[in-house]
């Protein structure tokens, strides 16, 4: 059974501050990553996706790729109460003729004043 | 552009009975999966579909079918129902079933079985 790992939280982080959220995934074939965002009783929303090793920057999120490590983190700078969500790590894998996401449990983010 | 649309947005069945859930998919996808939400859980994968036809299945019995229509639109059976059915059932379409530039997910169904 392929595993995508979260700390289920809740991580709490002052305004302003720089909000760390890992994940790690078992499948070393894993190709693409995913973060989505997800309110309370909505649906995911995609915040960004990761294909290479290294950092990609969006806004005031970063996504962290080490696939020798087996590891996806993001980051969030200056962090909002509007951040307050549940953050939910995806990998992309291939099933049957195309491909599924496998999500981790999420980690709540709850960002103070 | 309009988005990925699912009705209806809540329903109650009761155990044992069947249930249609039906998705659009954004404009220009033409795969749409289907997945299923526990409370407190991440999402998990039922199916997907391509070219009318179910291209990739997850770990679900076979009384949970779909179906994929010419406009690329597509419903979500599921039989029998069972109490552990109760969940938020998410439809997400992709530009193509490998998902590469992401899936986008629908506002979902809150299915409760009593």
């Known amino acids: 059974q392929k595993e995508v790992e979260q700390n289920s939280g809740p991580l709490s982080v002052p305004e302003g501050a720089i909000a760390s959220l890992n994940c790690t995934y078992s499948?070393?074939?894993?190709?693409?990553f995913f973060w989505y965002r997800q309110y309370s009783g909505k649906s995911p929303e995609l915040i960004m996706f990761i294909y290479s090793n290294g950092d990609k920057e969006d806004g005031r999120f970063t996504a962290q790729l080490n696939k020798a490590s087996q590891y996806v983190s993001l980051l969030i700078r200056d962090s909002q109460p509007s951040d307050s969500a549940t953050y939910l790590c995806?990998?992309?894998?291939?099933?049957?003729?195309?491909?599924?996401?496998?999500f981790g449990t999420g980690t709540q983010l709850k960002v103070e004043l | 552009e309009t988005g990925v649309t699912q009705s209806p947005t809540h329903l109650i069945k009761t155990r044992g009975q069947q249930v249609t859930l039906r998705c659009s998919s954004q404009s220009g996808h033409n795969t749409v999966s289907w997945y299923q939400q526990a409370l407190g859980q991440g999402p998990q994968f039922i199916f997907q579909?391509?070219?009318?036809?179910?291209?990739g299945r997850g770990n679900f019995p076979p009384r949970f079918s779909g179906l994929q229509f010419p406009n690329y639109s597509s419903e979500l059976n599921v039989n029998a129902l069972e109490l552990d059915d109760s969940a938020l059932y998410l439809c997400?379409?992709?530009?193509?079933?490998?998902?590469?530039?992401?899936?986008?997910f629908g506002s979902g169904t809150r299915l409760t079985v009593v």
């Open positions: 579909y391509y070219r009318e036809e179910e291209n």
């Open positions: 995806a990998v992309n894998e291939i099933t049957g003729g195309g491909n599924k996401l496998t």
């Open positions: 499948d070393r074939g894993s190709q693409s």
């Open positions: 997400a379409s992709s530009l193509d079933p490998g998902g590469g530039y992401g899936y986008t």
